[in-house]
């Protein structure tokens, strides 16, 4: 009886943390698989040739750093290098770059062994006679396996991107396919540029600078509706809506607020002008109708309200301050009296007592006139 109930006490403490641990696992695996397909994933991405061949030059180029300052092992170095040519150039440095090759590239790691393999004899013949004088990328990837070709060309037959050699896409744009085999040459202008060749200014530019080498276009002033001329609100050809064209100074802010043919907000707002158009803000609730924020700013009060010192003041709060002080000064003459009284009877706690009394007042005036302070707007205490 005593083994069932250990069982019983063990299946039911044990099994939930089993299924919850199993739920652990299960999640753990799933974060790995996730990991693991990612990485599959990416080695398995297949990039465009010129960009892949890239890749790889940019792979062997670190084999290169990395091997730069290894020597023949062990043996007698020296020996070596005589006999054997300096490592440098040495067969043994490029299967030590090789074995590591692809490796480490985060994209197209498959691609990239693969085409290590079909590129073989063009890294060998490029890694024992042409090291010193030729670029890797362009003998392997521009004139060996034709996947590239030189900056500012483009397509099958390398042609020339527009404007080269020196003002290719007017220095303004990109050209497509600079670089590879593939695209049309066609110009990518930069923003504010347009043309066959991003050779002149878009619309919302004007022409800052020209010469037979470059344009230069520069945006509008803000206050242009579309093109413009010039630099400054001067230069628009119209004007943006809240704007209007003056003779003198081109396009000006119109101040909505003053003008005369109609009232731009509603009642209880007030109007406040900006740069091309305006806004209409709420009164402050003290007020009915006014001309800016805030309870002096007011044309009249609202209800519940009324004028003092200038300003629009809530009656009942007003009312309600006034009992507060009044009871104050109650409070204080209530002690004051009770002092007086201790007094005639005895001296000495009267003494103690007036004492307590005194700062007592001193203090609590003291806090009440800072925290005023700090309130804002005092309440007119004086005129009561
Ligand atoms: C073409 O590419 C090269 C480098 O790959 C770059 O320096 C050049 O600015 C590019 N030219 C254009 C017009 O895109």
Redesign the pocket.
């Given at each position: 009886m005593k083994e069932a109930t250990g069982c019983i006490f063990i299946i039911v403490c044990i099994l939930p943390l089993l299924t919850t641990a199993e739920v652990d696992v299960e999640k753990i695996s799933k974060k790995v698989t996730d990991k693991y397909v990612e990485k599959q994933i990416s080695k398995s991405t297949i990039l465009p040739p010129c960009q892949a061949c890239k890749a790889l030059v940019g792979s062997f180029t670190k084999g290169m750093d990395r091997t730069a300052r290894n020597k023949f092992d062990g043996g007698d170095t020296a020996w070596e290098e005589q006999n054997m040519g300096s490592y440098r150039n040495s067969e043994v440095r490029l299967v030590e770059i090789q074995e590591k090759l692809c490796q480490e590239l985060e994209k197209g790691e498959d691609q990239c062994h693969k085409l290590v393999e079909e590129a073989e004899t063009y890294i060998e013949e490029w890694w024992f006679k042409m090291q010193q004088d030729t670029d890797l990328h362009d003998y392997l990837c521009i004139e060996s396996l034709k996947s590239c070709c030189p900056?500012?060309h483009y397509g099958p037959e390398c042609t020339p991107?527009p404007?080269y050699p020196d003002r290719?896409?007017s220095?303004n744009?990109?050209?497509k396919g600079?670089?590879t085999r593939k695209g049309n040459g066609a110009?990518?202008c930069d923003a504010g540029y347009t043309g066959p060749e991003c050779g002149s200014c878009a619309n919302g530019y004007y022409q800052a600078y020209k010469d037979e080498k470059v344009v230069l276009c520069s945006p509008c002033h803000v206050s242009c509706q579309g093109s413009c001329t010039q630099a400054g609100s001067k230069g628009c050809l119209a004007c943006k809506a809240g704007y209007s064209m003056d003779v003198e100074q081109g396009c000006v802010d119109i101040n909505e607020c003053v003008a005369e043919d109609r009232e731009p907000c509603g009642t209880n707002q007030f109007c406040v002008n900006n740069e091309g158009s305006f806004s209409c803000l709420d009164c402050d609730r003290a007020c009915n109708g006014c001309d800016g924020d805030g309870p002096d700013n007011c044309f009249a009060c609202a209800k519940g309200y009324f004028l003092n010192d200038n300003m629009c003041q809530d009656e009942a709060q007003y009312s309600r301050d006034r009992h507060v002080v009044v009871a104050r000064y109650a409070v204080y003459a209530g002690l004051t009296v009770a002092t007086c009284i201790i007094f005639q009877n005895n001296q000495k706690v009267a003494y103690g007592i007036g004492l307590a009394v005194a700062l007592y007042i001193t203090a609590s005036e003291h806090f009440i006139s800072q925290s005023n302070q700090n309130a804002g707007p005092k309440l007119p205490l004086n005129d009561m």
């Open positions: 900056s500012d991107c404007g290719v896409c220095n744009g990109r050209c600079n670089g110009c990518a």
